[in-house]
């Protein structure tokens, strides 16, 4: 018996239709071509329900429900919109185990990250935009005694949004919150491993959001996304994912010419200078925690700290203390509490997963742990389920220089800050990094040289709303989780006034 | 001396490409990276993704069954760092991925590598690669 009961047994907290189909103008709409996807749980393998395929005609269909909806959401006062997204907030508290038994169902996640991590992170995302937007003001500039150039913010009007499958409730409300707190309306599409469990959310929290503010599509990424990302009655696009996609919406972004923001991933290296094992105290043991972060959603984090740097002199003490904490991961059903690492979130991405343990093998790199995959049994024998695994080699293999997206750290070794540095930096990809060291004037030095948007120093896989997220290099553009977003969704209004009664003389 | 190729494909892989040919048309191949489904050469029609001087020219598919060749595409930095590993297009279940076209078919290409043999690697790197202009 598990600590949560699954969903579809008597008693689960979290009951899904057997079919969900969009919803569009604040209710459900059958997609136009009548057709259905399955939706399968990663935990077993096993389908749970039904998904509408939508298409560009759906798309329209939530075009037109945005479009019809923006005009008066825009007028809107910030109170009356902080408002509706506290409330959102409140609701989403009340009903939070519901929502995190959904969003393991739906990803495979450990129940304790989804009720100790990715909701209340979501629930605390409303709340911050809720104040962001009440304290936003805009400004009034006295160019000289008689000119003043007042700025407005306006938000964009309507806006689309691509939402990744590795925190499908947190990483849309990434989007959602400051996209509506900024006066916009929403046509979203989750993705396709993970269709569900936006849709539970949003069946939680409809009476609170006024029709075709917000509105999901769902289908795939070719057939809906594609007409979302081109088409030229979305102000603006936000994607999360890989680069080839990226490049892709950027593309169809130019010919409408509308601005993007992208968040594309990473190679996250995850830095442990000497002085971290001075002691054998409190602050080692953290130390190896961070190491072990790699762990954290089976790996399925843009900002996986997937390239572990360990300094030589520490470098076989420090590799063996982190290999026994890897080897206490407990895997197991998600929906037990206890359990540390659940479901990777697809069939295919397991595939992919194994892929690279296989290249990673084969460049020569050395297994310290794991490196298969895990079969759990019993009804889990069908879940996707990969061993935490520890590869030691070079930073010039591709386990070190792609995203595996899984439970996998490449580790090596290095020689000082600047090959530190220079190890860190060799990478297409610049969204995260850890720094590790009792020495602050290092922990500095090492922050700022890292090319990287964010430096976790001391810390690891903290995403507290009010630090800006995003990345240098191929890994995007644009910054989310920080009030700074707000200004990726809205539009500067300058009205220049003259209040001089006296002409300039020209003509 | 022929040139060995940088890239193949597996037969259920050229099966689903003659399938997507008949479909939607002239078919291409970019090789991603990055976030979530990073890794996953994406399958596009011919033209949709624009390639240019940054995109390096890895290999085409001359498939039995499809006129054109296909051709695979990845970014110049990025193949800086695959240069030195043979690929090989495969299929297996899935969801797809990005806008790739074989998502509604329950399948996804997936990307199986291994390293070029010492022979190979030394012909391939004493010869050009294209690039997309």
Known sequence: MTDFVSPGQPGSKAVFLPRYDHWINGKFVKPSTGQYFENVTPVTGKVFCEVARGNAADIDLALDAAHAAAPAWGKTSATERAIMLNKIADRMEANIEAIAVAETWENGKPIRESLYVDIPLAIDHFRYFAAAIRAQEGSAGELDHDTVAYHFHEPLGVVGQIIPWNFPILMAIWKLAPAIAAGNCVVLKPAEQTPVSIHFLMDLIKDLIPDGVVNIVNGFGVEAGKPLASSPRIAKIAFTGETSTGRLIMQYASENIIPVTLELGGKSPNIFFNDVAAENDAFYDKALEGFTMFAVNQGEVCTCPSRGLIEAKIYDKFLGDVTARTKAIKQGHPLDLSTMMGAQASTDQLEKILSYLDIGKKEGAKVITGGERADLGGELAGGYYVLPTIFEGSNKMRIFQE??????????????????????????????????????????????????????????????????????????????????MLDHYQQTKNLLVSYSPNKLGFF | MEIPSRVDYTEAAAEMLRKLTAINGPLMFHQSG??????????????????????VLVG??????????????????QFEYWRHTHLTIDLVDGRGGGFSLEAPEGKRFLTRSRLFTDGEWEILESSPVSRGA
């Open chain 1, 403 to 484: 995203e595996i997206f899984g439970p996998v750290i490449s580790v090596t070794k290095f020689d000082g800050f600047d090959n530190a540095m220079e190890i860190a930096n060799d990478t297409l990809y610049g969204l995260g990094a850890g720094v590790w060291t009792r020495d602050m004037n290092t922990a500095y030095r090492a922050g700022r040289a890292i090319q990287a948007g964010r430096v976790w120093t001391n810390c690891y896989h903290a995403y507290p709303a009010g630090a800006a997220f995003g990345g240098y290099k191929a890994s995007g553009i644009g910054r989310e989780n920080h009030k700074m």
């Open chain 2, 34 to 55: 990055g976030c979530c489904d990073g890794s996953s050469p994406m399958c596009y029609l011919e033209g949709e993704f624009r390639v240019g001087a940054q995109d």
């Open chain 2, 60 to 77: 085409e598919f001359a498939i039995e069954g499809i006129e054109k060749p296909i051709k695979v595409w990845m970014s110049a930095t």
